[in-house]
């Protein structure tokens, strides 16, 4: 395989990984809104998410 071919993995990986940045910036969004409304439990549950998602953002960009 050539160095100008792209692999199905890495295309694939590739859109993996732009979702979970993606969801990096809508579970803050989601938090901070929750914040303002003093809802406690979506505030914990987006506050988990997004450090879910950015891990595996971060992950899967050391691994690809």
Not at 32 to 47: A, D, M, N, T, V
């Amino acid at each position: 395989m050539s160095r100008m071919e792209v692999s199905r993995e890495g295309i694939g990986m590739s859109i993996i990984l732009i979702l979970f940045i993606v969801l990096c910036f809508y579970f803050p969004l989601t938090f901070f809104e929750s914040l303002r409304k003093g809802e406690e439990r979506i505030i914990k549950q987006s506050k988990y998410a997004t450090i879910t998602c950015m891990a595996v953002a971060l992950i899967i960009g050391i691994i690809y």
